[in-house]
């Protein structure tokens, strides 16, 4: 089996974890490394969640990479109300004995697509998009080289989840996230609209717990742990699980299905500011950037993450 090589950019974060987990479950992947960015909870933190992620999955070959402390020009928003203050709230941490790599991440990702044959990397984006658009204003050649951007960010007919018109990825750093849509590399773009129809119901959830293994045991607990914050607010049964769909829709692109169009980043309103406009009827004549997901089989997707889920200690 060849399998597809990607790069995990990510801010872990519950979510993230899982969607880590998978990625490293699957032999269709090869996960040439991580490199991390500040998010869901600071630096610090996220480049330290993700080496106990992969000693998790007993993975202690992945290099992680730490990058960007801080969005491009703006102070960092985190999550903590949602993922609390370790990022993993929910679970029992450890202190992770995997190094830290010396290389920032953004030199990681340029060299490695300069290194890589071109057209050959997907670059899978869970967290706020600030060290893919560091590589691009240093490295520009790059662009050419990426095989797909996929991406967990936006949101459009279901509003914000951290302003009432902007998902929290692209708040943190618009400036960072219209870099990465403007740059002209193939994108396909995972928002609200689609997670929040892969939710983490009892049936769901009792299907990753029931999992022989730890891994299974760590992502119930963690969509439970996301459950307790999410029908607080939402007022339905299961937490919406964002990150896990970029790993998944790289695995299997046919459990998802949406439309190319335009999408901007408002990077200047106060109001809107992290907001992505979709053209979705074409009204500004302005050409496609992005493949944007709006539909998803939510079964389907939960099968998948189980069944790689499964292959871990």
């Known amino acids: 089996m060849r399998q597809i090589p990607i790069i995990i950019d990510t801010d872990p974060g519950q979510d993230d974890a899982v969607a880590i987990l998978t990625a490293l479950g699957s032999p269709m992947l090869e996960v040439i490394g991580i490199s991390v960015v500040a998010g869901n909870v600071p630096l610090e933190r996220t480049q330290e969640n993700a080496r106990i ?3 998790w999955a007993g993975r202690s070959d992945i290099p992680v990479h730490a990058g960007c402390a801080r969005p491009l020009l703006r102070p960092l ?7 609390g203050k370790t990022g993993l709230d929910g679970v029992a941490l ?3 004995t995997l190094p830290l790599q010396s290389e920032h991440a953004v030199d990681f ?3 490695t697509l300069r290194q890589r044959d071109s057209g050959s990397v997907t670059l899978c984006m869970l967290g706020p998009l600030t060290n893919l658009a560091m590589a691009i204003v240093k490295a520009p050649d790059i662009v050419a080289r990426i095989k797909d951007i996929v991406l967990m960010g936006g949101a459009y007919f279901e509003g914000g989840n951290i302003t009432p018109s902007a998902e929290f990825n692209i708040h943190v750093d618009p400036d960072a996230a219209a870099t990465v849509l403007g740059c002209g590399a193939p ?3 995972l928002p609200l609209d689609v997670t929040h129809k892969a939710r983490g119901t009892p049936a769901r959830i009792n299907l990753l ?3 022989p293994n730890r891994a299974g045991n760590l992502a119930a607990d963690i ?3 996301l459950e307790r914050f999410d029908v607080q607010r939402y007022g339905v049964n299961g937490a919406p699980l964002h990150d896990p769909t970029v790993i998944a829709y790289v695995l299997q692109p046919a459990l998802f299905s949406g439309k190319h169009v335009h999408v901007a980043v408002e990077q200047g309103s106060e109001l809107t500011l992290g907001a992505t406009p979709v053209d979705w009827w074409g009204v500004t004549g302005k050409a496609a950037n992005v493949y944007y997901i709006t539909e998803v089989d939510a079964d389907g997707f939960f099968a998948l993450l189980a069944e790689n889920l499964s292959r871990l200690p």
């Open 53 to 55: 992620i992969c000693e």
């Open 77 to 83: 928003v985190t999550a903590e109300h949602v993922h």
């Open 94 to 96: 450890h202190q992770p």
């Open 109 to 111: 990702i340029v060299r």
């Open 187 to 189: 994108i396909t773009m």
């Open 209 to 211: 717990r029931a999992l």
């Open 223 to 225: 969509l439970t742990t």
